[in-house]
């Protein structure tokens, strides 16, 4: 049949794909789109991808009318139905012809949809005939088409009930042999995915065993494949290892084969070259690709010591008695020093310049989710993060959020909590760069990228999936921008729940939490007019503000002191935020012991004394100054005047404030004494 007759009749099925139920697909139309996927034919590379959208639109029509449970089984056997009767005849045939093309649709269908796939699959007798045919044609091109189609199946539980040992020795041999590099590999994968499958699927008492190759065999063969440098065959190589590289020796052996590495970190294509590879191998290799880079270097997940605990049980009771050694070695082979060494070792052979070719080369969504948690991993290391951004990994990180924002948008999605909580690990490794990058370096000199980050930074602080980490990475990046410029502090104090969430987060109980939201108010105070009022107003929301921040100037930690008495000491230029600790002083008799404390906590009396008083510095010193400076100025009202002079003396403060103009203090510079001077002079009777 010509080419164009088969693109007509894909075009005609299409059409009725959107509701298939209702346009019934003829048998005709089902046998040419099932000729399409045959693979040894001429036109393959133009009408395969087109019979995928097709057959994936059909599927999708049925799944789409259906929702709960029971009628999603019902939309599996509408589909299963439609096909079963065309794969089963084609792969009931003698000739080769009509068993490839059946074999290559039942591959497809597992592709697109495995429930019914599966169903076709484990029809009785399907399998072993399939296989008696392999037999007694076994020419190249139908086993590398088998190999795969087992591969597809054996990455599901209810197939994998019907693999016999004759089919797992068959691909053993096929796995072993040298002359059909695709085949080796195919096979390979299959039995990858048969290994992988079985632990899950054999009884908790270990008495199961699937008697296969072992791992490190495995790995061997798909690295072997992958440095021949046969891209067709690098495809099943790849696969493989994404599956086996889980597996911490085998990562190991990965990370230490600068060879392999370099021949893998190639296969994707350079923005810079035109790809000779077809585009559906493309995007395969290009997520397989990730995928082993992303696990060789992947961190273990964070536990508390009993979670770790328990983990630690569980791996060992999976792998079964007389197996601790090699649980053992697991976990030291996953720690941290290790990763990191891997990761070294990744950069040195050049995984670094991998991220911006994969984005280029392909527009999949799980690739650029990958790229951002490895990134993630890889930046953990401070060291690496000066190389990630020479490398462009900034530029990277943009461009995966901005995606995966746009896709939100899209979907008429705003708010910050429909975004998936994957997509946060690559807000969170920008987050870590523009810690301890200044922003320049890490968004270049384009004001509009700084602008721009802003929105995710919040997402990610505000997010109902963001961990502790998250929040606290997002606060301190807000907080680096925030000091770049007013205009900056401006724009990330109007961001939409930004704030309510910061002062929230004031209160928390973790120490650093609590002393980066204090340092990001501090900036936005100093920066941000809209701020500066939210915290110096006349309202009674302005003076309980105020008072947090009091209490923060009195914690034990010192930055979180320095940040909290430094946001006092800006809002004090506002005669109504010294109105507001006046009353604060008279209420509850805190603001001059405080301050008091902060200049010279040796002058606090006995009746105030704490028994274990705070030390000072000069940072605290200053601000402290600053803020009884600008508060007694501010009084114009003699007996205010005199009942804050009396309180002074009762707290220490004017003996604190006098030590330190007799040079008896910690601050020695000339300007802050001369500050202190005015204070005592501000507030003596005139």
Known sequence: MAAIDVNEQLNQILKKSQAPAENKILPDEIAALTSAFLASRPDANDIRPKAYVV??????????????????????????????????????????????????SLEALFQVDPKAASVIFIQD????????????????????????????????????????????????????????????????????????????????????????????????????????????????????????????????????????????????????????????????????????????????????????????????????????????????????????????????????????????????????????KTLLSIVEDKENRGKVLQAGGSKVLQTVIKQALSSQSDLGKDKSSTLDAAELESIQALAK??????????????????????????????????????????????????????????????????LNRVELLLLEDHTLIRRASVELICNLIAGSDETFERYSGETSNSANKIHVLLALSDVEDLPTRLAASGALATVTAAPTAC?????????????????????????????????????????LAHRGVVCVTNVFMAVSDSKIRQRLCKEAQESGLLQALSQLIKGQGVVTDPSIVQQAAGAIKALLPQ
């Not at 301890?436 to 004001?447: E, K, R, W, Y």
């Not at 919040?458 to 410029?485: G, K, V, W």
């Open 433 to 498: 760069l523009a810690i301890t990058s200044a922003p320049v370096q890490v968004l270049g000199p384009n004001i509009g990228a700084m602008y721009d980050v802003i929105r995710p930074f919040s997402i990610l602080l505000q997010h109902p999936s963001s961990n502790l980490l998250q929040r606290f990475e997002a606060i301190m990046a807000l907080t680096n921008l925030a000091s770049y410029s007013a205009d900056l502090a401006s724009r990330i104090a109007k961001a939409d729940g930004l």
């Open 125 to 372: 007798g399907l399998v072993e005939n399939l296989m008696d045919s392999v037999d007694l044609s076994p020419s190249a091109l139908l086993c590398q088409e088998v190999a795969h189609l087992l591969g597809q199946a054996c990455g599901h539980k209810a197939c994998r009930a019907v693999v016999t040992p004759k089919i797992i020795r068959w691909l053993e041999f096929k796995s072993r042999q040298s002359d059909d590099l695709t085949l080796r590999g195919a096979s390979s994968v299959a039995l990858i995915k048969l290994s992988k499958g079985a632990g899950s699927d054999a009884p908790e008492d270990g008495t199961a065993e699937v008697r296969i190759g072992q791992t490190d065999e495995l790995a061997q063969t798909m690295v072997d494949i992958v440095v021949s440098g046969q891209i067709a065959s690098a495809v099943n190589a790849v696969e493989g290892l994404a599956y086996l590289s889980t597996d911490p020796t085998v990562k190991e052996d990965l990370a230490k084969n600068p060879t392999f590495l370099k021949q893998l970190f190639a296969l994707v294509p350079s923005p810079k070259r035109t790809s000779t590879i077809r585009k559906g191998l493309d995007a395969t290799l290009i997520y397989g690709i990730i995928v082993v880079i992303c696990n060789i270097t992947a961190f273990r997940p964070r536990f508390s010591e009993e979670q770790s605990q328990v983990e630690k049980l569980k791996r060992m009771a999976k792998a079964g008695k007389g197996s601790s050694d090699a649980a053992e070695v697991n976990d030291i082979l996953d720690n941290d020093e290790h990763v990191k060494a891997r990761i070294r070792l990744l950069i040195s052979a050049g995984a670094l310049p991998v991220f911006p070719a994969a984005i280029a080369s392909s527009d999949s969504p799980s690739v650029r989710s990958l790229v951002g």
């Open 579 to 619: 109105n507001a600790l006046i009353s604060l002083q008279f209420e509850r008799h805190r603001f001059l012991p405080i301050m008091t404390q902060l200049i010279d906590p040796s002058a606090l009396p006995s009746s105030v004394d704490e028994e274990h008083p705070l030390e000072t510095d000069p940072g």
């Open 55 to 104: 057959l994936s639109a059909i599927c999708q029509g049925y799944r789409n009318a259906t929702e709960a449970d029971k009628e999603a089984e019902a939309a599996t056997r509408s589909i299963t139905s439609l096909f079963q009767s065309r794969i089963v005849g084609l792969l009931g045939e003698t000739d080769e012809t009509s068993l490839i093309t059946g074999v290559c």
